[in-house]
């Protein structure tokens, strides 16, 4: 499945610290998938990094750029 594919799964994420000073996106879907994904804080500021970086060039491949909530 690729990114820009279309998908009818449903999912929930959870983002929060661990007691082993682990940042941990958990991921829980549908049929019982539950995936906790732990990354050192160092690497979960490079994915914050990258989501802003994505959320920038959503708004302007919707021709909303600029506009923020």
């Not at 019982?32 to 914050?48: K, Q, R, S, T, Y």
């Amino acid at each position: 499945m690729g990114i820009n594919k279309q998908s009818d799964i449903a999912a929930n994420l959870q983002i929060g610290p661990t007691d082993a000073g682990m940042v941990r996106l958990y991921i829980e879907a549908e049929g019982g998938v539950e995936l906790p994904l732990d990354f050192d804080p160092d690497e979960a500021e490079e994915i914050a990094e990258e989501l802003r970086a994505a959320a920038e060039a959503a708004r302007a491949v919707a021709g909303t750029k600029g506009r923020r909530r």
